[in-house]
Each structure stands twice: as C-alpha cells, then as structure tokens.
C-alpha cells in the first residue's frame, strides 16, 4: 500500500469518529435536558413505577416522556 493511501484511510476514520463523537454528544445532551426539564421531572418516577409494575409499556412511557418534553420546549 501506498503512504497516501494509508493517510486518506486514516483520515476518513477520523472523520467518521467526529461524526460519531457529535451524535454522541447530541444524544448526551437531549438525554440530560430531558431529565431536567421540570413536566418531565414531574412524571418520570410515576412512570417509572408504572413500567416496573407492568401498568405501562416502556414505549407508551418514552412518548409521554418525549411529548411532555417537546410540549415545554415549544
């Protein structure tokens, strides 16, 4: 192999790290405002109760959590 081609190889793992490292930190981010915003603070342990108890699915939980969020955010 070429050096250049080792050196486009590397540099196109590097941009595909960046990419990763931004989602990640994207996610990392929501994922925090969402456990700080206050109507989700509100309901989280209630529906946390209720998934654990069987009561509520895990998805219908997520999507009160996401529109209670989403609602305060708007």
């Known amino acids: ?10 540099a196109a793992r590097r941009q595909a790290q960046q990419l990763r490292w931004m989602w990640n930190l994207v996610d990392d981010r929501l994922q925090a405002d969402l456990r700080e915003a206050p109507g989700v603070r509100a309901i989280v342990d209630d529906l946390e109760r209720a998934v654990r108890a069987g009561e509520m699915t895990a998805s219908g939980a997520a999507d009160l959590i996401l529109a209670t969020f989403f609602h305060e955010s708007s």
């Open 1 to 10: 192999r070429s050096k250049l081609d080792a050196v486009g190889e590397l």
